[in-house]
Every structure is written in C-alpha cells, then in structure tokens.
C-alpha cells in the first residue's frame, strides 16, 4: 500500500481476478475482496490476471476491507 498525494485515497497492490459492470475482484494476496468500480479512480479496460495492478482506492475503502 501506498499513500496517495490526496490524502483521502491509497493506491493498493494486487492481482483483479474477475471483473463485472459494477465491481471488480481484487487479491492482494492476503485479502480478496469485491471493490466497487465506481470508487475506483484506474479504469480497468484491459485485465491481465497476470499482472500485478495498483489502483487508487478511497482510504476508508481500503481500510474497512482490510487492505491497510
């Protein structure tokens, strides 16, 4: 985790194994975890479950799902 220049948001590190119109499914590899797409500041248009993503995330999000 990474704290973002807006101290309202932290840019997580993970892997999205599944994406829907409204969410994606994030692993950070101790936590997986449904996030919201629409609090998510990345749009996620490619997904390669390969990759390691970062996405920008509000800090209260990451914090009620156990990311920080």
């Known amino acids: 985790m990474l704290q973002n220049k807006n101290k309202d948001t932290v840019i997580v590190s993970g892997f999205i194994k599944r994406t829907?119109?409204?969410?994606?499914?994030?692993d950070d590899g101790g936590v997986v975890v449904?996030?919201?797409r629409s609090q998510i500041d990345e749009s996620l248009t490619h997904i390669d479950e390969d990759k390691?993503?970062?996405?920008?995330?509000?800090?209260?999000?990451a914090k009620e799902n156990d990311l920080i």
């Not at 829907?20 to 994030?26: D, E, H, K, Q």
């Not at 390691?52 to 999000?61: A, K, M």
């Open 34 to 36: 449904w996030l919201p």
């Open 52 to 61: 390691l993503e970062e996405i920008t995330i509000p800090d209260w999000l």
């Open 20 to 26: 829907t119109a409204r969410a994606v499914l994030f």
